[in-house]
């Protein structure tokens, strides 16, 4: 009787380590994906903000008759 109990709470201990690795796992690829998700938004902001950069030149070019030069060179990882 007394191994059986012994028995079983080792189980449980080794299911409960295993549920928590498995926790920390999934808890860790959905940060990677939200990571990934967050860059791939950054990208995307980072191109609309070129193109507005870009029209705002073409405008002031045609309005004013000169070039405009912007640096341009946004700075993400």
């Known amino acids: 009787m007394g191994d059986f109990t ?3 709470i080792r189980i449980n201990q080794q ?13 860790r690829a959905s940060y990677q994906k939200s990571l990934t998700i967050l860059s791939i938004n950054c990208l995307k902001v980072y191109s609309i903000i070129q193109q ?3 029209q705002l030149i073409q405008q002031v070019h045609s309005c004013c008759g000169f070039v405009v030069r912007i640096n341009t060179q946004l700075r993400y990882w």
């Open 52 to 54: 507005l950069i870009q």
């Open 6 to 8: 012994e028995q079983s």
């Open 15 to 27: 299911v409960a380590i295993s549920y928590q690795g498995h926790n920390w796992l999934a808890s």
